[in-house]
């Protein structure tokens, strides 16, 4: 089964406290894809990150960390010092290998507020 | 770069009216969009996949007679609501992906109301 779950369903933080949301993944393909999306209260799904399978090495961009571990399914971002700014859903999902036109799975969403 | 537009952003329209919604890739030639469905606070649901020049594929339960999807060129998709009813008020998304590219870059969404 192909499956991605954000079990953080909402988090609140106070502004420049760090905050990690969870992704865990499930496929049997061995070559995939994992990525970020964020959606501000405007709507528009912004892209932040895309990893594939073979490259686990972590990623930092400015405030913004993902930890990508094989061993346990798992892709997880992390927001340093968060800003009211961050206050969006993100979203995590997975491009299997197999299947038409690379379909995207998403998980449910994490609802970050960071407040002043 | 990876700019995709929809339009309109906002519609409201009468029951049993039909509505078409236009998504654009604005600086890159798309082969395959995606068409979502999005529900206040609950995740993307995928309508359907059109790759430019060929019918669309539709996702499990979504009625193709009722959302036509064109993709008549490799920078542009439509979605048409067809007799629209309350029940089909949402937020449709589109997405563009680059042939060869494992990325899809979103449209700002359309914020569909049937009276």
């Known amino acids: 089964a192909q499956k991605v779950t954000q079990a953080q369903t909402e988090i609140s933080v106070v502004e420049k406290e760090d905050v990690t949301l969870d992704c865990v993944y499930e496929?049997?393909?061995?070559?995939?894809?994992l990525f970020w999306y964020k959606q501000p209260p405007s709507g528009e799904l912004v892209f932040l990150i895309r990893?594939?399978?073979?490259d686990e090495q972590n990623e930092i961009s400015g405030r913004y960390s993902w930890n990508f571990q094989k061993s346990t399914s798992s892709f997880n971002f992390t927001i340093t010092a968060s800003q009211v700014v961050d206050s969006a859903v993100y979203f995590c999902?997975?491009?299997?290998?197999?299947?038409?036109?690379?379909?995207?799975?998403w998980g449910l969403g994490t609802s970050l507020a960071v407040n002043p | 770069g990876a700019v995709v537009s929809q339009h309109p952003s906002w519609v409201i329209c009468k029951s049993g009216t039909s509505v078409k919604i236009e998504c654009r890739s604005l600086?890159?030639?798309?082969?395959?969009m995606f068409w979502y469905r999005q529900f206040p606070k609950q995740s993307l649901m995928l309508m359907a996949t059109?790759?430019?020049?060929?019918?669309?594929?539709?996702e499990q339960g979504v009625e193709k007679d009722k959302f036509l999807i064109n993709h008549a060129s490799l920078t542009l998709s439509t979605l048409t609501v067809t007799s629209a009813h309350p029940e089909d008020s949402s937020f449709y998304i589109c997405?563009?992906?680059?042939?060869?590219?494992?990325?899809?870059?979103f449209g700002p969404g359309t914020r569909l109301l049937v009276l």
């Open positions: 997405s563009a992906r680059l042939y060869g590219s494992e990325t899809q870059y």
């Open positions: 600086d890159f030639q798309a082969t395959t």
């Open positions: 059109s790759n430019e020049g060929s019918k669309a594929t539709y």
């Open positions: 496929t049997r393909d061995t070559t995939y894809y």
């Open positions: 990893r594939n399978s073979f």
């Open positions: 999902a997975l491009s299997p290998n197999a299947g038409n036109n690379r379909k995207l799975i």
